[in-house]
């Protein structure tokens, strides 16, 4: 008996200990992931993951869809700062944001980052308006005048390894630099990812055909036309989002109070293509955002008919025509046509 009350709180423990491995996204209120757009910049919907092989065979033709991902880290990163800086008078608000960009220049000098690996990006320089009451006996105006001069710029900053951007942020706010627009993700051998991705996919369409050549079905024999498409997908636009909570019920015999909820926090995460969309993933274990490069082959065979069919284009015989002349005294002379 003893050990059968083991054996339970065994398995019971097991079972809280995989439920506490999902993860708090699965206490969220919306489930679905989002992605953000490259062409409108805005949050939607990623569709339902399809089945990756798409294999139809009909009379005349056997098509094939193939689809390959590849996960590939970055080799360079950008990150982009904004600043703003305001001030009564245009150059003290220059001279108050150079001071903040020095002092972060200095810093990121420390972390091994140079002059020419830091870009300024102007965005505007602009006077600041306020309102001046101006009263009269029976009404009153509101006069805008110039009360300073506001000062925004962007400061770019490229490195290579990745685990600098934790110190960078750190010199950032050490020099009241607090607005982290972006990082950017730049992946120096394009071509040659493709180049991975169409051999993985050459070396799946020979398995294939061995495959049905093995059931009987010869795909040599067949004509192929082929079309392929490819696509990349940033860390940026992969993050989802989700409110992590549980809500008790009401009581039963509460049922005209309302609940005034409260504010719960979100957060973000980071959310890779989900596999089973593909056939093969090359890389497929990451443990921090990478580029996703995916590529999709569609190979088509279509029989051969000459061949299947050999009398289908047979060449008919040409009958040669020839003219005669009937002569008067009723015989026949054989006219040369074809002489010029």
């Given at each position: 008996m003893r050990n059968i009350i083991i054996f339970f709180l065994l398995l019971f423990t097991s079972s809280m200990s995989f439920g506490q491995a999902q993860g708090n996204s699965r206490h969220s209120n919306d489930n679905n992931a989002y992605r953000r757009n490259p062409q409108t910049q805005k949050w939607e919907k990623v569709p339902v993951t399809k089945p990756a092989s798409a294999v139809r065979n009909n009379n005349q033709s056997v098509s094939l869809n193939l689809k390959i991902l590849l996960n590939q880290e970055a080799d360079t990163y950008v990150a982009i700062f904004h600043l703003s800086q305001v001030g009564a008078r245009a150059g003290q608000a220059d001279s108050l944001m150079n001071d903040r960009i020095n002092g972060f220049k200095s810093k990121l000098a420390q972390l091994g980052i140079s002059d020419e690996a830091i870009f300024m990006d102007v965005l505007s320089f602009v006077p600041v308006y306020e309102y001046q009451v101006q009263r009269k006996l029976f009404s009153k105006k509101y006069l805008e005048i110039p009360k300073g001069f506001e000062l925004k710029k962007n400061i770019h900053i490229k490195f290579k390894n990745e685990k600098v951007l934790d110190r960078i942020m750190t010199a950032a706010a050490q020099n009241e630099i607090y607005d982290f627009v972006r990082l950017n993700y730049f992946v120096e051998d394009v071509e040659g990812a493709y180049k991975?991705?169409?051999a993985k996919a050459l070396e799946l369409i020979k398995g294939r055909e061995t495959y049905y050549r093995q059931l009987g079905v010869e795909l040599d024999t067949l004509y192929r036309t082929i079309s392929e498409g490819h696509s990349l997908a940033y860390p940026y636009e992969s993050y989802s989002s989700y409110e992590a909570y549980t809500s008790n019920n009401l009581l039963n015999d509460v049922k005209a109070g309302k609940v005034r909820k409260a504010n719960k926090a979100t957060t973000v995460y980071y959310k890779p293509m989900d596999y089973r969309a593909f056939d093969a993933v090359i890389n497929p274990v990451i443990f921090k955002p990478v580029?996703?490069?995916?590529?999709?082959?569609?190979?088509?065979?279509?029989?051969?008919?000459?061949?299947?069919?050999?009398?289908?284009?047979k060449v008919k015989k040409q009958i040669e025509k020839q003219f005669y002349l009937i002569k008067p005294d009723g015989n026949l002379q054989l006219l040369d046509v074809n002489r010029q």
């Open positions: 991975k991705m169409r580029v996703q490069f995916s590529y999709n082959l569609h190979v088509n065979y279509e029989r051969n008919k000459s061949k299947s069919n050999p009398n289908r284009y």
